[in-house]
């Protein structure tokens, strides 16, 4: 998306891939500055392999196995490269951007299942992807006498070799839910547990300052309760996991989150539920940092809510309560009128409780920062911020912010279908 738009602008009339590749030295320190440097590795390579390579479009190119590829390919050869389609003989779909004749990222389709995610060379299931499987298939095991807290539905995790191998969680027919460590296709369950993946929701909030996630493994660890751990994990035998994420998309009249895009696509492509948050500053003007989050984030059906993040204690005693709840209604509203979804607000528990305590705000929810064992005592919040000294595995960064739902995973999704307008 990021290299999309970059494009967008050198593009014009001028042959942007000799003047990037020649220019290098010159402008590597500007973009630098607007982009991720291995954003702009990839583009850059990107750009020498399409000077190179000149691609033509095929349609019913056969292999010598049967198998038949609609898409792009480097002329003259029959090398995959760009987008495509891969059909065989026994009508397994394979599409995506193929790369020198492999495709790192993609879906397959079957009668039985559809598979997202990454590939080896030879097509397998190899990394982060996440499986469904068909009606058909599922019927198949109820004939077989299976009971539907033992048929997989969904299985979202990682693979080796296409047997499921390391971090996963599998959702059952019957909703249940299994989530931990795979060894060859078996989970490996722990036998002491006492809790139900699913009874509780975490998640956790991301923004610039959050380098280097390792998305193929996010948990968090907790005790054989299923309670997630505040602080340092006495053992990292028991995990719970990911349900969602908060990404800072915006804050003020012009700041953009550096990560926010590449972490939308992120955390689809891991199955881990999104949302967007935008910083509200009171000096800024609204109807500007309006534009801001509406030009930048993105909310389609099944997101998180959007959060309008209110916590600058030392503007709010400058501009005062009215003039923060005049403005936050200002921006709530619009995004509401927008985005065809009711925002949310994420502040602190003394801030709700002595500046934003007003009935024109009864109907938006609360998302309330609290760090402590016992949750905010207002009732009227939906999520809390517990601690923001949480232990992720997946990221080396430090201490994180850990978010708990109020309510089990039915009530969760209820919660985020409620929000839609449309």
Known sequence: MLIDKFRGLIRSDFDWKKILMYSLPIVS??????VPSPLFDRL???AVDEEEQQLVEVAGLVFADGSRYDGSVIKGTKTRQGYGRLTTADSTVYEGNWRNDELPYGQRTTSSSVYRGRFDKELNNE?????????AFIDGKRKQGMAECDIVQTYIGNWHNNNKQGLGRSVKVDGSMDFGRYDNGVFQAIPDVNYRVGGSVYGVDFSHYQKDVDWDNLALYCDKDGNVYSG??????????VFFVYLKATEGATIKDETYSVRTIEAERH?????????LHLGSPIEEQIRNFVETANWTLGDMPPALD???VSEIKEYGKEFLVEKTLQWLRKIESTMHVRPIIYTRENIRNEYLNDDRLKKYDFWIAKYSKKGPANFDWHLWQKTDKGVLEGYDGGRIDINLFKGDY????RFINDKTLR
């Open 29 to 34: 320190f500007i973009i630098g500055l607007l």
């Open 44 to 46: 850059r390579k990107e």
């Open 127 to 135: 990394g982060f992807g996440i499986i469904e499987y068909s009606e």
């Open 232 to 241: 340092k994990p006495k053992d990292k035998k028991y995990m719970q996991p």
């Open 271 to 279: 199955g881990v539920l999104k949302g967007a948050y935008h910083f």
């Open 310 to 312: 209110v916590e600058v």
């Open 410 to 413: 039915a009530s969760f999704i």
